[in-house]
C-alpha cells in the first residue's frame, strides 16, 4: 500500500494539496528544496553518530523532503490505542514489582519474569508517583497491505528520536512553506512544553518550582544531539553522573559554582544497569551513586523509572493484548503483529520449520541489529540463526513477515516508493500526551525493510492532516583510563534507543 497515492496513481484526499504541488514545482525544483533541506540540516548542526570500527562518526540527519500525510480521522483512532497500551503498560510494570496480580492469575508466566534480561529486583515494593514507570515511550507502528496500523515493538526504557521529529518539522516548514497556509496540519513544537508538564509533575510533594536535570552519558553517546536539545527547549540542566551527588538527607544535589543545588527531577538517558553505581555495577562512571536511595526515598522523580524496561521485551510484548485485557477489561485498539514465543516448544518447532518465511528477532536487541528476515537470508543465515534459536529459545521470537507501506521519496532526483514504519512518542504523568504523529523512518534502498538511519535508513516530515472536522476533531489529550571507561560506556551501555527495530 502506498499511503499517498491509489493503485490508479491518483492522490489520497489528504494528499491532494501536496501531490499538486509536487507536480506543479517539477523535478528540478524538488530536487533544489531537497538540497535547501540538505543544507539546513547542516547549518542547525542536526547530527546522528554511527560507530565505525570502534570510532565515533557524527553524520549529517538523513532526510526526505517529501512528508507523509495520515489523515486526522485515521491517527485519532490510533491516538486512543497508544493512550489505551501505555495505561496497561504502566499497570503492568508496577504489579510486577509489587502485588504480581497477574502471574498468580496465571495469565503471565512467572518464568519468564525470572529470566529478564530487564527485571530490576531492587525496584520491587516501589511506587513511583501516579503509578507511572514508563514516563516517555515510543511505540513503532507499521502499516499492512490494506492500511491497518500494528504495535510492532514498544520501546520503554530511554527511546530517543523526538528531536528529530520536531527537527524535520522546521526544516519542512521552510521548503513548503505554502501548503501549510493551506492544510490543517497538527502542530508538533508543543512536544518539549508537554515533555516539561510531565517532568514537574514528578517533583516531590510540596515542590512547585522543581529544578529538572538531564542526565547524558556524555557527547559521545549516539543521542547526545536529542539530549542537549530537548534540556536547552526546557530550559533543564544538562548533566552527566560526575555533575550530581546524593547527599546525606538522600536527596540530590548538582554541583555548581555557587555550591549545590537541589535537583528535584532527572530525565535520565542512561540505562538502569550503569545509573547507579551502588545499586547496580560498581565500575559505572556514568551514574550517581545512592540515586536509587534517592528515588525511593521519593526525594527525587526519574523518569523513565528504574526497572521500566521489564516491559521493553519482545517476548513480553507477545503478551501485550493479554496484559491489555487483564488490567483495563478492554480489546486492544491497536493490534500486534503475530509473534511465535521460541520459548515454547511448539511455537520454536514452527518457527524452525518456516525460518525462510518469518522475521526472528532477539528479545532485548535494538537498531536493528540481530534480526534476520527470512525471505533474504542465505542458507548459512538461517542456520546460524537456528542455532542461536536452540541455544537460547527465551531470546528469541519470530514474525511473519509484513510488506510495510511506502510513501513517495526522492531518490537520485526521482519520486519512488519506499518502506516506512513510524515512531510515536507518548508521555504519561499526571497527564498523558501523544505526538502528532511521530519520527518516520524510511528504508532509503530499494525493497528494504530496514529503515534504520545507522544501517541507511532516513527520515521524514509526519503530517496529520485534519480533512474535516478541523481541531474539534482531536481527541483529549489531557493528560585517561577513567575518560576512556567512561567515553567506552557513553557509546555502548546506556541502552538509549536511538534506531529501534524493524
Not at 173 to 190: H, T, Y
Not at 239 to 263: K, N, Q
Not at 280 to 293: K, T, Y
Amino acid at each position: 500500500m502506498d499511503e499517498l497515492l491509489t493503485d490508479e496513481g491518483t492522490p489520497r484526499p489528504a494528499a491532494t494539496a501536496l501531490w499538486q504541488l509536487l507536480d506543479e514545482l517539477g523535478p528540478d525544483e524538488i530536487k533544489a528544496r531537497q538540497q535547501a533541506t540538505e543544507l539546513d540540516i547542516l547549518t542547525m548542526g542536526i547530527t546522528f553518530t554511527v560507530y565505525s570500527d570502534g570510532e565515533n562518526i557524527d553524520r549529517a540527519w538523513p532526510f526526505d523532503v517529501v512528508p507523509r500525510i495520515i489523515p486526522g480521522h485515521e491517527w485519532n483512532q490510533v491516538q486512543l490505542g497508544l493512550h489505551q497500551r501505555l495505561r496497561a503498560v504502566n499497570m503492568f510494570i508496577d504489579d510486577l514489582y509489587n502485588d504480581q496480580r497477574i502471574i498468580e492469575a496465571g495469565i503471565f508466566p512467572a518464568d519468564l519474569l525470572e529470566e529478564s534480561a530487564n527485571y530490576r529486583p531492587e525496584c520491587v515494593g516501589a511506587h513511583p508517583k501516579f503509578g507511572v514507570w514508563a514516563h516517555i515511550s515510543g511505540s513503532d507502528l507499521v502499516r499492512d497491505d490494506d492500511g491497518t496500523f500494528y504495535v510492532l515493538e514498544d520501546n520503554l526504557r530511554v527511546p530517543s528520536g523526538v528531536s528529530y521529529v520536531i527537527e524535520n518539522r522546521a526544516v519542512t516548514k521552510r521548503a513548503f512553506p505554502e501548503l501549510f497556509g493551506q492544510n490543517q496540519i497538527r502542530p508538533v513544537d508543543s512536544y518539549t512544553d508537554e515533555l516539561n508538564k510531565v517532568l514537574s509533575s514528578l517533583a516531590p510533594d510540596g515542590v512547585t518550582d522543581p529544578t529538572i536535570a538531564v542526565l547524558t552519558p556524555g557527547i559521545f553517546n549516539s543521542a547526545y544531539f536529542e539530549h542537549s536539545f530537548l534540556a536547552q527547549r526546557m530550559g533543564a540542566e544538562l548533566v552527566e553522573g560526575g555533575d550530581l551527588v546524593v547527599g546525606d538527607d538522600d536527596c540530590v544535589y548538582m554541583h555548581t559554582v555557587d555550591g549545590r543545588e537541589r535537583v528535584h527531577v532527572i530525565y535520565r538517558r542512561i540505562d538502569d544497569l550503569f545509573l547507579d553505581p551502588e545499586a547496580f555495577r560498581p565500575d559505572s562512571l556514568l551514574g550517581v551513586a545512592g540515586l536509587m536511595r534517592a528515588w525511593k526515598a521519593g526525594n527525587v522523580g526519574i523518569a523513565n523509572a528504574p526497572g521500566a524496561g521489564v516491559a521493553d521485551d519482545k517476548c513480553v510484548y507477545a503478551w501485550m493484548p493479554d496484559i491489555i485485557r487483564f488490567y483495563l477489561g478492554e480489546e486492544p485498539k491497536i493490534a500486534n503483529v503475530p509473534t511465535y514465543r521460541c520459548m515454547y516448544e511448539d511455537e520454536r518447532e514452527y518457527v524452525l520449520a518456516h525460518l525462510d518465511e518469518l522475521v526472528m528477532k532477539p528479545a532485548n536487541e535494538s537498531g536493528g541489529y540481530g534480526i534476520t528476515i527470512g525471505s533474504r537470508a542465505t542458507e548459512e543465515e538461517l542456520t546460524a540463526c537456528a542455532e542461536s534459536i536452540l541455544e537460547d529459545p527465551r531470546n528469541w521470537v519470530a514474525q511473519p513477515i509484513i510488506n510495510l507501506s511506502t510513501v513517495p521519496t526522492l531518490i537520485d532526483d526521482e519520486l519512488v516508493s519506499r518502506h516506512v514504519d513510524l515512531r510515536p512518542f507518548i508521555l504519561t504523568g499526571e497527564h498523558s500526551y501523544v505526538t502528532a504523529g511521530g519520527l518516520t523512518r524510511v528504508a532509503l534502498q530499494e525493497g528494504s525493510l530496514i529503515v534504520n538511519s545507522s544501517q541507511g535508513g532516513g527520515s521524514k516530515d509526519t503530517w496529520i492532516v485534519d480533512d474535516t472536522g478541523g481541531w474539534d476533531s482531536v481527541p483529549s489529550q489531557s493528560q585517561s583510563q577513567s575518560q576512556s571507561q567512561s567515553q567506552s560506556q557513553s557509546q555502548t551501555s546506556t541502552g538509549d534507543d536511538t534506531e529501534g527495530t524493524v
